[in-house]
């Protein structure tokens, strides 16, 4: 198996899923989880940003990891998503990417202060 071959199909299947969200907002209203946490990372529209922004490269703090964690893989924000993005599927991937270390967690000594910045559209990023 070659897994650096594997990871690159991964990466490319989430970064297409991810790339068509149109950042409406519509699935954050039927999100569980988005009413119990800190930020919008919490709900769907800012776990296709922060997987889109583990994509790119940027180490991501491990409360932002806990957010993408805190994914039920409902399904809910599915059914409202225009272009039917599997957001729950996103963060499988994700996690598959982040156990094999090619998603890294930004080391402690970083993480004093989790910046989190409002972004276009309403999107809160979050990188330490
Ligand atoms: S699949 Fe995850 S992001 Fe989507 S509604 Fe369920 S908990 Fe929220
Ligand atoms: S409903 Fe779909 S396209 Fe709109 S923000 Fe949510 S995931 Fe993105």
Redesign the pocket.
Known sequence: MNSKADSSNLVYMLSREAGK???????EAVCPTLPLGLHRGYG??GR?ALVLEALRGYKLSNEVISSLYSCLGCGA?RV????S?D?GGLVRGFKVLYSIGFVKGAPKSDQVVVRIRRRKYGIYKAIS
């Open positions: 969200c149109l950042y409406c907002g519509f699935c769907p529209r296709v924000c409202k998503c225009p272009v993005i957001v």
